[in-house]
């Protein structure tokens, strides 16, 4: 075991420095330039250009600007190209406000999902079936960004009620309790539409793995010597079906890193996936690096996990 | 366990739907709550970078920057500059002539100040002092390459003779032909400041020459601003501004480790000296007119920013950044990144307190969310597109304002190639493309015929000059006299060859790409075959733009107040990613460019940029189209508090800035009276 952790360990840090050598080649030489040292602004001249190009070290070879970069983010010296801010620190900040979001989305998401998959699995074909699986659907085919417009709209124009952005104007002086359920409330519609696809995908799984642990022949022996039904499907049945679930909880952890950049931009949310998203339209190095790198250690973190959760969750299953 | 599943949903959806019930609607934010009434809210597609006016160059963060800080000058109402943290300035110039080989300078200073007596022509009266000058030294940046081919500067020390100084009242550009016409054969015909020097020895003796010249001409301009502060500013930490802080504000731009993107503005200036605490003379050391917008620029305080600059290796990281502090009318409140800023009055202004009491800024990335807070209250105005406008304007609730935005869309032709190094060509293909028509059908009618180079809208442009007209007939005349004859296929062609091209744009733009398909059309109506392709962006500027290797292109100009036009248009801006990347090369439009570079008499500069505007629109490098238009739509309770205390509707500036007027700007309650004075 000890020996597992440890050759694996080593895997994935190796991985890692595979990975961000390659994200670092492909922003450097994919074309265009931080807006900074962007020429089309007829005020600069090129000596002025020059002198900008130099203080954030673009033209030194890439392998110079790799070990630099990795450097300042060990020292915490990494700054934003656009606005001089720490790097990890403004990630920081955003990571506290897509947090909630990706919490609540993903508590949406699995105590919705189960109870509809379960369902829809022991009514197979009922008219309940059936809807989950038409409103499954739906909810995949249709892209996400054109469900939240129709929401937003809706609150909006009909309800009234102020969705866009973290919280409502002019609630600064209110008490701690509205300012804590208006943070909530602001958090509803996003972790909603961020979960719908989650939900549809989810229950679909749910649905397809409880049909087959129900047709096992130790359900039916369960069943015909007599016990409770649901003693059988949640007690017997349900924990086999668990088991592929265990490691999509190990892989869900990216998500928060990679928070969503299309949510994100519709309800204002000040969110690392806009941060992301902004940082490459103006190409700036440190911020989508920092993020990247961030990222790629969170996936690794992730799937280690899920190897450990699988492997404690499984007695078949050994780590050696 | 089965319980759990139904429960654990049931009671995340119940949490989450009972907070609706304590979130004030929109209704009760815009009646319940007092302070609304007092906040001016405007959405923004980005967030600020910098809240510091010499390292800031992007719309959001001068938004924020313009209100927190003052400039010396400010552009008032008619784009004109006019005295704002300064009570008055005044433009002077010192020039310096050398002096012909061999003469006796006590003499000579005599023989001009004879001359000069003599004199009945009237630029005479602007001379306020003739004097002989003590021998100076100056500093001389040598470039050259080194052995390793590598680009090195040395300082060479120049040790300058006496030389006849002028004291002008007035800027005067043309003082050294008047002077040679007034002087005759006493004028000096040689002039070569190089010889002055030791030149390390890779320097050659031509570059020894220009490099001196370039520095010390024979007569060498040095223009003068004086500016008067006013007393008493105060910045919003009561601290009272003094010339210390314009002399600061100027040094931190030069510090190289600020990498402020305004240092060619302040680049021309030889000196900044602090004369008394409200009295500051800024000397340059060459004639360079544009220079006096950027005193629009904010003044900084030296007493908050002084230890970072000299201490800690620049301001760049300073948190005063994200906290400014400045003596404009707005004071800052709060920035939560990516979300919201906030400014209130500042009741300490020296022009007394703001009507407005609070400004908000928020960040809505989205234009549809911008749109919905908008017509629910949560923002105080919103920039409708164009396909928009007219039902925005059909709302009682809403106020419109219309201006152009400073700027045009061109397609520009490669003069460096045939066929578009005809005049005749370009101006064809100009005259095929119906513009009025991509206005209306493209644009909404959101935008206006541009006839040259300078948008309409500015004080430079010559409104009486008349677009190119549409008129394809005449276009195909013009290229039969070209030599372009239709072939078998019907494309025109001259000695064999059609006249075909690629037309491109950047991706990302449904304008250019919707223009590109009317250019294409209409040139094929008369028998020019053009080929289209988009680029990404920083694909084209790298690949087509920057090294000039197209045919056509589609783009867009973004200008300032500023009529200089030096880098889009002179012959010597045409190399490697250079502005005037169509090779443009006119010697008339080179002399005028000059001339209106060193103008600072705004008579003399409108007639030149007039006569500018004529003779590349003569030339048509590009076919110009049209100036884009910005429309404003704003919630119809807004006010404007007069001098005398009369409320009356929010109105822009006449130069068609809307928010010249906004430290007046108050909102009235649904309902509320009029003045009586406005009656409306």
């Given at each position: 075991m000890i020996n597992w952790l440890v050759r694996n360990s080593f895997q994935r840090l190796v991985l890692l420095v595979i990975v961000s050598i390659m994200a670092h080649a492909v922003v450097h030489l994919a074309p265009g330039e931080p807006s900074e040292v962007d020429p089309t602004n007829p005020r600069m001249k090129a000596e002025d250009v020059a002198r900008i190009r130099a203080a954030f070290h673009l033209d030194d070879p890439i392998h110079l600007q790799y070990v630099r970069w990795l450097r300042d983010l060990a020292s915490g010296d990494l700054k934003s190209f656009k606005d001089g801010q720490p790097v990890v620190e403004k990630i920081g900040q955003r990571f506290w406000n897509s947090l909630p979001l990706f919490l609540v989305a993903t508590l949406l998401i699995w105590t919705l999902s189960f109870p509809t998959g379960i369902h829809a699995a022991l009514r197979r074909g009922s008219v309940f079936d059936r809807s989950a699986t038409l409103t499954a659907y739906a909810l995949i085919s249709i892209p996400g960004f054109c469900l939240a417009y129709l929401f937003i709209m809706f609150m909006v124009n009909v309800v009234g009620a102020p969705v866009i952005g973290m919280r409502t104007f002019g609630t600064e002086q209110a008490s701690t309790m509205l300012q804590f359920m208006d943070r909530l409330w602001h958090l509803t519609l996003p972790a909603l539409m961020l979960a719908l696809g989650g939900i549809a995908v989810l229950s679909r799984y749910v649905r397809a793995q409880m049909l087959e642990v129900v047709g096992q022949d130790y359900v039916r022996t369960a069943i015909a010597k007599g016990l409770d039904r649901d003693r059988v499907i949640y007690g017997h049945a349900l924990r086999n079906a668990l088991l592929p679930f265990i490691t999509m909880f190990g892989l869900m952890l990216p998500g928060l890193v990679g928070g969503s950049v299309i949510f994100e931009q519709i309800f204002a949310w000040p969110g690392i996936g806009r941060l992301g998203y902004e940082a490459i339209l103006a190409r700036d190095f440190p911020v989508i690096l920092t993020i990247n790198f961030i990222a790629a250690v969170v996936t690794l973190a992730g799937t280690f996990i899920s190897d450990l959760l699988y492997a404690w969750a499984d007695p078949r299953i050994r780590l050696q | 366990m089965r319980r759990l599943f139904l429960f654990a949903p049931a009671l995340v959806v119940l949490a989450l739907v009972q907070a609706y019930f304590w979130v004030p609607t929109y209704d009760d934010q815009l009646r319940r709550n007092n302070a609304r009434a007092g906040t001016y809210i405007e959405g923004s597609i980005g967030d600020a970078k910098f809240l510091n006016p010499i390292l800031n160059s992007d719309t959001a963060s001068s938004r924020i920057t313009d209100l927190v800080f003052e400039g010396l000058l400010k552009l008032d109402e008619e784009w004109k500059l006019a005295p704002a943290l300064a009570r008055s300035y005044q433009v002077s110039e010192v020039a310096y002539l050398g002096l012909p080989e061999g003469v006796e300078p006590d003499t000579y200073v005599d023989t001009v100040r004879a001359a000069i007596a003599k004199s009945e022509a009237d630029w005479v009266e602007n001379v306020v002092q003739v004097r002989l000058t003590d021998p100076g030294r100056r500093e001389v940046q040598a470039t050259f390459e080194n052995t390793e081919n590598k680009t090195e500067t040395r300082a060479v020390d120049l040790q300058l003779p006496p030389r006849l100084e002028f004291t002008l009242r007035r800027v005067d550009q043309d003082l050294a032909a008047r002077l040679e016409a007034l002087l005759g054969q006493h004028f000096p015909t040689r002039w070569e400041p190089h010889s002055f020097g030791q030149w390390p020895d890779e320097v050659s003796e031509s570059a020894r020459r220009e490099q001196a010249l370039a520095a010390v001409p024979l007569l060498e301009h040095n223009p003068v601003i004086e500016f008067r502060l006013r007393d008493g500013v105060r910045f919003h930490d009561g601290h009272v501004l003094d010339a210390s802080d314009v002399r600061f504000t100027y040094d931190a731009i030069m510090e190289p480790n600020n990498l402020s993107p305004r240092r060619a503005d302040f680049e021309p200036i030889a000196s900044v000296q602090v004369l008394g605490p409200l009295h500051v003379r800024v000397t340059y050391k060459r004639l360079y007119a544009p220079a006096l917008y950027s005193w629009t620029m904010g003044i900084l305080p030296e007493h908050l920013l002084g230890v970072a600059t000299r201490d800690e290796g620049g301001m760049r990281d300073a948190p005063f950044n994200r906290a400014p502090v400045g003596t404009g009318p707005m004071r800052f409140v709060e920035w939560r990144g990516d979300e919201l800023i906030t400014l209130e009055g500042f009741p300490g202004h020296w022009q007394g307190r703001p009507e407005l009491e609070r400004f908000m800024f928020r960040v809505l990335p989205d234009l549809l969310t911008q749109e919905l807070e908008f017509a629910a209250g949560a923002l105080d105005s919103y920039v409708p597109q164009p396909h928009q406008v007219e039902r925005f304007a059909a709302d009682e609730r809403f106020m419109n304002f219309t201006a152009n935005r400073p700027g045009y869309s061109y397609i520009a032709y490669n003069q460096r190639k045939a066929p578009f190094d005809d005049p005749r060509v370009r101006r064809a293909l100009g005259m095929a493309i119906d513009v009025e028509e991509i206005v209306r059908y493209v644009l909404h009618g959101e935008g206006d015929r541009v006839s040259g180079p300078f948008p309409p809208g500015?004080?430079?442009?010559?409104?009486d000059f008349a677009p190119l007209r549409y008129d394809p007939e005449a276009a195909r005349q013009l290229l039969a006299e070209a030599g372009f004859q239709p072939d078998p296929d019907g494309w025109l062609a001259r000695d064999g060859k059609r006249l075909e091209f690629n037309l491109i744009t950047n991706n990302g733009n449904p304008v250019r790409k919707a223009i590109m398909t009317i250019a294409q059309q209409a040139w094929a109506d008369i028998g020019v075959k053009a080929n289209t392709q988009v680029f990404e962006w920083a694909v084209f500027l790298k690949d087509f733009v920057n090294p000039g290797a197209f045919d056509a292109l589609i783009l867009g100009w973004r200008l300032g107040v500023d009529p200089d036009m030096y880098q889009l248009w002179h012959s010597s801006q045409t190399g490697f990613a250079k502005l005037n990347f169509t090779g443009y090369e006119d010697a008339h439009t080179d002399r005028l460019l000059e001339r209106i570079r060193r103008e600072y008499d705004r008579d003399r500069l409108a007639s030149l940029t007039r006569e500018l505007h004529r003779q590349i629109a003569r030339n048509q490098p590009y076919t110009f189209l049209f100036a884009r238009r910005v429309t404003y739509a704003m919630d119809r309770k807004w006010r404007m508090v007069e001098a005398d205390g009369g409320l009356v509707p929010v109105r822009a500036a006449r130069s068609g800035e809307l928010f010249y007027h906004m430290r007046h700007w108050r909102k009235v309650g649904s309902g509320a009276a009029f003045s009586a004075r406005t009656g409306q």
């Open positions: - | 500015t004080p430079w442009t010559d409104p």
